[in-house]
């Protein structure tokens, strides 16, 4: 089996390697081809990556290459984790936002169009490569913004499925806490890729017993101290809101803080300098403990079993993936792409029925799913006026001047990927 990772060089690579060698039973890798455009930074880790799996004992091959479609020739799978504008166009996302009083993120508000509208462009572009040179391969797509990038391979006919860590990462917690192991407990993950709530945490599977209940409880602080939420919004809600929805919740405070500490974009880049020196140590052979400060926790085990179901090898799995509503959320278009629990095997996912969600949650779903049709419609197509209107509809926005200005600055900052700009 031939997997390929566009974006090899990325620091989360060596995640996603000793993924791949702790559970080679799970997907028998035969070749793992590692692709960027950054030569040196490739070097360093595919070096560490041939290292890791050496020390696991995994048979299969590591390969690196800067030729896109050298790399993707005859892969199964072609997982997609790239940064279009790399760590700088990440500062800018987090910083151009706050000068309009509105938050500064890379995936959520004014700074996830932006990303959006660089990276949708690209990714198309790649997976037209892969349809011509893999006609079979499935593409998983771990490029945020997650929502937006699954919904423009599907439209574009591609076998894609999104992928994110947010579910998995809760579900680890939530074992944890609740003192079990995490294959015990299914989560009833509803809405958009990085607008999700947990509307049940059950034991054993879909229809197993609900622990949410007794998770709040007794950890409802310690659930609300990793969301960064009071206790009081998880016991009123009734439900575990993904820590995205604090830029929601409690935007204006999330904007304050953002104004008074180095952004994220920042303490990235300064550890992505940390970890490319680790990676540098040939005596280094496993992901070093830094590398658990970067982002992406359990990234490579989601991958890895999604890979392991979409290929055959893993067998039908029910696991949470991005891809078309086809029904689930009656309030959506088929189209949309939502962020369910879902059966997956050699076919694609299925979604999982989900119950009726409270008009609280469904209408935040319905007013961010129109606007990632918008911000979709500005990547495809281009022009300000586009672009406005993604701005305008956005909750988070809203605002006539508000958009004015942030398209202003949108446009000013990220000239150089836009040809159309």
Known sequence: MKLAVVGGGSTYTPELIDGFARLRDTLPVSELVLIDPATERLELIGGLARRIFARQGHPGRVTTTTDLDAGIEGADAVLLQLRVGGQAARLQDETWPLECGCVGQETTGAGGLAKALRTVPVVLDIAERVRRTSPDAWIIDFTNPVGIVTRALLRAGHKAVGLCNVAIGLQRKF??????????????????????????????????????????????EAVAGDLRLPRAVLDRLGVVPSYYLRYFYAHDEVVRELGTKPSRAAEVAAMERELLALYGD????????????????????????????????????????????????????????????????????????????????????????????????????????????????HPLIGQFDLAEGLTDRLLAHNKEHLPWA
């Open 175 to 220: 074992a944890a806490l609740l003192d079990l192991a995490p294959a015990d407990i299914h989560l009833n993950h509803v809405g958009l890729n990085h607008l999700t709530w947990e509307l049940g945490v059950r034991r054993g599977g879909p229809d197993g017993e609900d622990l949410l209940g007794t998770l709040l409880a007794t950890h409802g």
């Open 282 to 393: 040939p005596a280094l052979d496993e992901k070093p403990a830094l590398l658990a400060k970067r982002g992406g926790a359990f990234y490579s085990e989601a991958a890895v079993d999604l890979a392991a179901s979409l290929l055959g090898d893993g067998g039908p799995a029910v696991q949470v993936v991005n891809t078309y509503n086809n029904g689930t959320l009656p309030f959506l278009p088929d189209d949309a792409v939502i962020e369910v629990q879902a059966r997956v095997d050699g076919s694609g996912p299925v979604p999982l029925a989900v119950p009726r969600l409270d008009p609280l949650f469904s209408g935040l779903i319905a007013h961010v799913s129109a606007y990632e049709d918008l911000a979709l419609d500005a990547a495809l197509r281009g022009g300000r006026e586009r672009v406005f209107k993604a701005l305008l509809a």
